[in-house]
T-cell receptor
Framework: NAGVTQTPKFRILKIGQSMTLQCTQD?????MYWYRQDPGMGLKLIYY???????DKGEVPNGYNVSRSTTEDFPLRLELAAPSQTSVYFC??????????????????FGSGTRLTVV | DAKTTQPPSMDCAEGRAANLPCNHS???????VYWYRQIHSQGPQYIIH???NNETNEMASLIITEDRKSSTLILPHATLRDTAVYYC???????????FGKGTRLHILP
């Protein structure tokens, strides 16, 4: 099990460029999430998905788009990069509620993050 | 808004027990208390969770008060590697997205 894999780990973008942050999980989790974390701050939810074909906005969705065509993948798209999007981006996945078992290490599994700088 | 209140920072001597408090006075009957931690620049890591009974695993213990309005995460023998931001989170009610608060920054002192 690789868990949650994010690529790339680092990226520098120029203002106005676009890019896609990749996230894939191999745990057959239905729920997936994207968070951003600005320097010295807490995590903010950008978008999340409760299953393939379903996405919802989180706390800070402006400037981002997501899609969920498969259970495994949940890419995050930045269309017109701005300096305010300089941040570390974390992807996470989770079981649905009814699959949870006491004693198992369940809950959310996070990726190792993508550090994005927009200049 | 986050449903929990935690102190912004705490210190603990290495080798001693670290006791991290969390208030969740508006918790409802079907909501769980989860604890995560984030070591510098890494993704958050699951520690433990509970509903109403005390819980223990290889990382920590979770003590939940009888009225469920507060809880304490206990790291029994803190090491320097436990220096991190610790998040107490309430999850339930059919909504499985985590909204993170500011957490407690735990400093382990050598």
């Amino acid at each position: 099990n690789a868990g949650v894999t994010q690529t790339p780990k680092f990226r520098i973008l120029k203002i106005g460029q676009s890019m896609t942050l990749q996230c894939t999980q191999d745990m057959n989790h239905n729920y997936m999430y994207w968070y951003r974390q600005d320097p010295g701050m807490g995590l903010k939810l950008i978008y999340y998905s409760v299953g393939a074909g379903i996405t919802d906005k989180g706390e800070v969705p402006n400037g981002y788009n997501v899609s969920r065509s498969t259970t495994e993948d949940f890419p995050l798209r930045l269309e017109l990069a701005a300096p305010s999007q300089t941040s570390v981006y974390f992807c996470a996945s989770s079981y649905i509620r009814s699959d949870r078992r006491r004693g198992a290490n369940y809950g959310y599994t996070f990726g190792s993050g993508t550090r994005l700088t927009v200049v | 808004d986050a449903k929990t209140t935690q102190p912004p920072s705490m210190d603990c001597a290495e080798g001693r027990a670290a006791n991290l408090p969390c208030n969740h006075s508006t918790i409802s009957g079907n909501e769980y208390v989860y604890w995560y931690r984030q070591i510098h620049s890494q993704g958050p890591q699951y520690i433990i969770h509970g509903l109403k009974n005390n819980e223990t695993n290889e990382m920590a213990s979770l003590i939940i008060t009888e009225d469920r309005k507060s809880s304490t995460l206990i790291l029994p023998h803190a090491t320097l590697r436990d220096t991190a931001v610790y998040y107490c989170i309430v999850i339930g009610g059919g909504d499985d997205k985590i909204i993170f608060g500011k957490g407690t920054r735990l400093h382990i002192l050598p």
